[in-house]
């Protein structure tokens, strides 16, 4: 069984920064991608920023510059250095992976329970 471990979700000050990292643990042969994705109340889930196992990212156009991933592919984790939060990135957040578990032969999406992050103006 995948599980994915999140942690650093908190209350901020707009301008502040934060990391929310996510690990997963447990029999994996192998990651293809993790990423956070967020949903705020009333609204659908969104893709934040994603990586891939060679290292390639792509974000939303919300948090271009202000947000950066990266990933430890040796401990399955993946981070998300988020600065200059505004209210408007009030949202629990998610991380997501991509996962060939061991003694699989198929990759398939697993998610984590979520953090809260919350900016106050």
């Known amino acids: 069984q995948v599980q994915l471990v999140e942690s650093g979700g908190e209350l901020v000050h707009a301008g502040d920064s934060l990391r929310l990292s996510c690990t997963a643990p447990g029999s994996i042969f192998s990651i293809n991608a993790m990423g956070w994705y967020r949903q705020a109340p009333g609204k659908e889930r969104e893709l934040v920023a994603r990586?891939?196992?060679?290292?390639?990212?792509n974000y939303a156009d919300s948090v271009k510059g202000r947000f950066t991933i990266s990933s430890d592919n040796s401990k399955n984790t993946v981070f998300l250095q988020m600065s200059s939060l505004i209210p408007e990135d009030t949202a629990v957040y998610y991380c997501?992976?991509?996962?060939?578990?061991?003694?699989?032969?198929?990759?398939?999406?697993?998610w984590g329970q979520g953090t809260q992050v919350t900016v106050s103006s």
């Open positions: 997501y992976a991509r996962v060939r578990p061991s003694g699989g032969s198929y990759y398939s999406d697993y």
């Open positions: 990586i891939t196992r060679g290292g390639s990212t």
